[in-house]
């Protein structure tokens, strides 16, 4: 059987104008799926030419109100230009934390390591979180395994450090995991040094005239695993 040129453009038409349209309606459509209609089409356009011509006309008046319509819908403003946007996806509540400055210019914070409360100075001066050895005996840091090999430079001079991870570190609602850190041998240091190992992880932190404003993200529910002191 022969097949007109004019045929072929039709049947053409039919395709590109069907995909348009599902592709519109339904932008997360399997892609697959969206041309399992084509070999019925087809095979009718080939049969029944004269039937082709209505298929057209009938799909090109469909994809006309699907470009009214569409536009409208929120699963198609959400894949607009291949990318999940805000309008389709719930972001994660942000929360923000404020520390006033002291009398003595710094920024005092009580954080949480592990459920314990630890008192600490924001320093973005420090590449790392710094504990104190008593800070780090009390929030459980097996001490006795640590091995002090990082050189540091602290108020009393130079001395060793011992580099680790803390597994959860809490101020207000903002919650890391897994957040480097490192301890100075006893005597060494009488402040805990909030540096930058746990800021670096913030959504951001900015002062504004004095103070120190933090966001960040809570920590999901079931990941909670404070402890009581």
Do not use: C
Not at 27 to 38: C, G, K, Q, S, Y
Not at 133 to 154: C, F, H, I, R, S
Request: no cysteine; glycine share 6%.
């Amino acid at each position: 059987m022969r097949v007109e040129v004019p045929l072929i453009v039709a049947v053409a038409a039919v395709v590109v104008i069907g995909s348009a349209a599902s592709t519109a309606l339904d932008p997360t459509a399997d892609p697959v799926l969206r041309f399992l209609w084509i070999a019925p089409v087809v095979w009718a356009a080939i049969r029944y030419e004269r039937v082709l011509v209505s298929v057209v006309v009938a799909e090109m008046s469909l994809l006309a109100v699907v470009a009214v319509v569409a536009p409208k819908s929120p699963k198609r403003l959400a894949y607009t230009n291949g990318t999940v946007s805000d309008v389709s996806r719930t972001p994660e509540p942000v929360h923000t934390v404020q520390i006033r400055r002291g009398s003595n210019g710094d920024f005092a914070v009580q954080a949480r390591i592990n459920g314990i409360a630890a008192p600490m100075v924001v320093d973005t001066g420090a590449t790392s979180v710094v504990l104190t050895y008593e800070t780090a005996k009390a929030v459980g840091v097996p001490l006795e395994m640590l091995e002090y090999n990082v050189d540091v430079q602290t108020a009393s001079g130079q001395t060793k450090a011992a580099r680790l991870w803390l597994d959860r570190m809490a101020i207000g609602k903002l919650v890391e995991r897994s957040v480097q850190a490192l301890v100075v041998p006893r005597g060494q240091m009488k402040t805990n040094l909030l540096g930058m190992s746990f800021l670096d992880r913030l959504d951001g932190f900015e002062v504004r005239a004095d103070h120190l404003v933090m966001r960040g993200f809570q920590e999901p529910v079931d990941l909670r695993t404070d402890r009581r002191s």
